[in-house]
């Protein structure tokens, strides 16, 4: 996908934005932790964090564990992010 395109599919969706600003400048958190910050319910950021993992605009760090899932931005990820909070 382009950069353009990326871009595109996270700006249609602010939920896309909110979690990608909650990883900003952390080393990883969980699921728990982003629907703290955000103020998300827990479905809606499961749905979010899979649709950012299959752009690979962030990364699960131990995907393995079932219970404590660790996610952080991958670069592409805090690219994204900053066109997103430059154009604002």
Not at 39 to 45: D, T
Request: charge should be positive.
């Amino acid at each position: 996908m382009s950069d353009s395109s990326i871009l595109s599919f996270v700006l249609r969706a602010k939920n896309r934005v909110k979690v990608l600003e909650a990883l900003f400048d952390k080393k990883s958190l969980i699921s728990s932790q982003i629907e703290k910050q955000t103020g998300m319910y827990k479905s809606h950021v499961s749905r979010t964090l899979k649709e950012l993992l299959s752009k690979k605009l962030i990364v699960c760090t131990n995907p393995s564990d079932r219970n404590y899932r660790f996610y952080k931005l991958a670069s592409k990820g805090k690219k994204t992010l900053e066109k997103i909070k430059r154009m604002k």
